[in-house]
């Protein structure tokens, strides 16, 4: 409500979920914020003990992208295991509440730092990372976000009520419900029936790389199959697992973001072609080793039936 983003005295802007003010603040790992060179000011208040210690951050200035990342982010508020460890990690663990804000170049650099994984994967036997909605993280750094454009520019822009008062929407939702408004207060060549197309085409385009990583996992899935029947080498599939990790974080990221076709192509393409990558290796590496297996099976079987 009002209160995430505005304080209720002074109206002034803030942001209070404490994994956010954490990860804004942290010091053991390099963040999307603490490398920013034009990065919103925080003035951070202890406000005492309520069952935890309680925080706001009072910015600097508005800066839609802070206050959105309060819900709009990769985040961790559940159990999981301690990769190092085996062990699990219960609620009582701080990393159960946990902002990572760093990019999908980080995240599972992040998350061996912080040493958690989410699951298991019931196929494969890999440690994943479970992702969520990391929005302001695939904005962040985006030709957009150079440029300036907040969240609120395109989100919750400036318009007219019945008698003309200009003000702030607070209906948060997609652009395309007010172009004019949005798209076409920069992009003046454009009318709204070629700004859709061009949305479109962009989406389709994403979806197409979306679906190749899939159709590459899909034949990852099957070589783990064939590999696990067929007793190939646990080293090797820990080599696989990996990549399958790989392939994984470089998939999910993309969607469990909202809007990431818009927000943030060449970096989806990227990723995503990396995710492609990671699979089909582990999918050669496991189809290889499942040959190798098969191979040497049949060579005994061979000198048998030759002896005879």
């Known amino acids: 409500n009002c209160n995430m983003c505005h304080d209720p005295h002074s109206a002034q802007p803030r942001i209070v979920r404490d994994a956010l003010i954490q990860a804004m603040t942290r010091t053991d790992y390099p963040t999307l914020y603490s490398e920013s060179a034009n990065k919103?000011?925080?003035?951070?208040?202890?406000?005492?003990?309520?069952?935890?210690?309680?925080?706001?951050?009072i910015l600097g200035k508005p800066d839609s992208k802070l206050m959105c990342a309060q819900c709009h982010v990769e985040y961790n508020c559940n159990p999981g295991t301690d990769p190092a460890t085996g062990k699990p990690i219960k609620m009582d663990d701080p990393r159960t509440n946990l902002f990572p804000l760093v990019d999908v170049t980080r995240i599972d650099d992040f998350y061996k730092h912080a040493s958690f994984k989410d699951f298991k994967h019931n196929q494969t036997g890999a440690l994943l990372t479970k992702m969520q909605h990391p929005d302001t993280e695939v904005y962040w750094n985006s030709k957009h976000d150079q440029m300036g454009v907040g969240c609120a520019a395109c989100h919750m822009p400036k318009v007219k009520d019945a008698n003309g008062n200009v003000y702030t929407s607070h209906w948060a939702t997609t652009p395309r419900a007010y172009i004019q408004e949005t798209c076409l207060q920069c992009h003046k060549d454009k009318t709204e029936a070629q700004m859709n197309k061009v949305l479109d085409s962009m989406n389709a385009h994403y979806n197409g790389k979306l679906r190749e990583a899939e159709a590459s996992m899909g034949q990852?899935?099957?070589?783990?199959?064939?590999?696990?029947?067929?007793?190939v080498d646990p080293a090797v599939i820990k080599q696989a697992q990996d990549l399958h990790s790989v392939a994984h974080t470089n998939w999910e990221w993309w969607t469990a973001s909202n809007g990431s076709w818009f927000h943030n192509m060449p970096q989806a393409k990227e990723s995503l072609a990396k995710s492609v990558a990671a699979s089909q290796k582990a999918t050669k590496l496991l189809r290889d080793a499942v040959a190798a297996k098969v191979a040497a099976q049949a060579q005994p079987q061979a000198q048998q039936t030759a002896q005879k």
């Open 40 to 57: 919103t000011p925080i003035d951070v208040k202890d406000m005492g003990l309520r069952g935890f210690t309680r925080k706001i951050a």
């Open 220 to 231: 990852m899935f099957i070589a783990f199959r064939q590999a696990n029947d067929a007793g």
